[in-house]
């Protein structure tokens, strides 16, 4: 379905920044490098041959035991081309960082808040990079598979709204 848009990114970067590429049930998705990751994602979303201007999801993927221990994965989509793809980099546990996408699509904003505050992973020159849905004295990252279920976090008292 979107076979063009590996074909692109093949032809654009021969220098390393692709590690692999596939098609899975008819869904394309392409591997690169955590240095590569801006680059290539601005390259999808500019070239006239991908026009990937939709910025679909971004969230992160706990490989527990492997390395990198995470993936970023990224959904983009063209409208006027019909054609989609998801881009994974990996991140390594002793360094959960990459490069923030809110310079090439906005949208990214909150799901790479999201992504930091649920698994940790930090995005490098993002405007806002804090919690999104835990609170701000929350120790940890819930979603990562090696965070203890049992685990009690520290009691936060709130005071009440007044109401004038």
Known sequence: MSQNVLDRLKAQFTGGELLETGSQHGDEWARVRRDSWVTVATFLRDDPATKL?????????????????????????????????????GVPEDEPSVETLCSVWAGANWFEREA??????????????RRILMYPEFVGHPLRKDY???????????????VD
Not at 118 to 125: A, I, M, S, W
């Open 53 to 89: 201007e939709m910025f679909i999801d971004l969230t992160v993927v706990d490989r527990f035991s492997t390395e990198p221990r995470f993936d970023v994965v990224l959904h983009v989509y063209s409208v006027s081309l019909k054609q989609r793809l998801r881009l994974y980099v």
């Open 116 to 129: 930091y505050d649920l698994y940790g992973v930090r995005f490098k020159g993002h405007p806002d990079l």
């Open 148 to 162: 203890p279920k049992e685990k009690r976090q520290p009691l936060v008292r709130r005071q009440p709204n007044s």
